[in-house]
């Protein structure tokens, strides 16, 4: 059979596994059989996300690790090769927005006290999204990628976004990054065949989490306008759930049932980036 959710002795270097999404795949794929190593910023969260995997029976090491620095992230490559032996697949889901690199109103030219338009976002803001989103990406594939090359097989998995096919509003820098990791996303399977590394990329559509709810849906359950919008653009009226997200992580990071696939972006988003709105 071609799909097997079978990653048993595999070893999976998830990014951002602090974070919602990535902490539901590296927890994912720990129950899957892999041997997970889970960075981020976040130590506190990672080193929880290892103790609950741990207690249930799978297999799981939270490390401290800045993605932007690359001598810490070597040495964080040291201590998992030594922990959990060499990298099969690398997620890169450490990622996100900044307020700084974000428009107040969507369509506001003018000046207002407290209010910042384009003309006033902040070029450290931009620079810090860029820098997160897209060095954040390349960096960890320099270093964990080198154990790939060395036994001929591995997969690399980057987290791009409904930004990255058409931008959203109000972030210009966010949206930019994301279009940055869809190319770089075909940029490294280019790169990387005929090593046996594959690279693909999942496009999530519009999810609900804790740190969105609060826009999404007003204090007494009813939808806010931005729900409406993004329901009314998205064809079959929904949101997206992070569990939703697994069936395509797992079947473009198996060998053999997408062995043929590599630099492709999966947009699993219940058909938004398929509605032209009419
Ligand atoms: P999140 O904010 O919950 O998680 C991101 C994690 O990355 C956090 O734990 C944070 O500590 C970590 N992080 C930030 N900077 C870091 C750094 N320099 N080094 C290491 N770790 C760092 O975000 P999320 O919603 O889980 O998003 C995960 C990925 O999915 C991101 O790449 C995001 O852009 C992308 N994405 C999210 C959505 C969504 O709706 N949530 C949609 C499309 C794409």
């Not at 107040?104 to 003309?119: I, L, P």
């Not at 064809?235 to 079947?251: A, H, I, N």
Request: overall charge negative; hydrophobic content about 40%; charged content about 20%.
């Amino acid at each position: 059979m071609p799909l097997n959710v079978d990653f048993t002795g595999k070893v999976v270097v998830v990014t951002g596994a602090g974070g919602v999404l990535c902490s539901t795949m590296a927890r994912a794929f720990a129950q899957a059989g892999a041997k997970v190593a889970a960075l981020d910023l976040n130590e506190e969260a990672v080193k929880a996300l290892a103790e609950e995997c741990k207690a249930e029976g799978f297999i799981c090491e939270g490390y401290k690790a800045n993605v932007l620095e690359p001598e810490a992230l070597e040495e964080v490559h040291q201590q998992v090769l030594k922990d959990l032996g060499p990298c099969d697949i690398l997620v890169n889901g450490a990622g996100g927005n900044n307020p700084r690199a974000t428009t107040d109103n969507e369509y506001q030219h003018e000046a207002k006290e407290g209010q910042k338009t384009f003309f006033d976002l902040d070029a450290s803001g931009v620079d810090f999204v860029f820098r997160l989103n897209f060095q954040g990406t390349l960096l960890p594939t320099q270093t964990f990628a080198k154990d790939m090359v060395a036994r001929k097989s591995g997969c690399i998995l980057n987290i791009s976004s409904m930004n990255a096919y058409i931008p959203l509003t109000k972030i210009p820098a966010y949206s930019g990054a994301k279009a940055a990791i869809s190319n770089f996303t075909q940029w490294l399977a280019t790169h990387f065949a005929g090593t046996g590394i594959r690279c693909n990329a999942i496009a999530p559509g519009f999810l609900v989490s804790n740190q969105n709810r609060k826009l999404l849906f007003n204090e007494d359950g009813t939808p806010t306008a931005r729900t409406a919008k993004i329901l009314g653009g998205t064809p079959t009226g929904r949101f997206v759930d992070s569990e939703e997200l697994l069936g395509g992580l797992f079947f473009l990071c198996d060998d053999k049932a997408a062995s043929a696939i590599t630099g492709v972006v999966l947009p699993i988003d219940a058909g938004f980036s398929a509605y032209s709105g009419v």
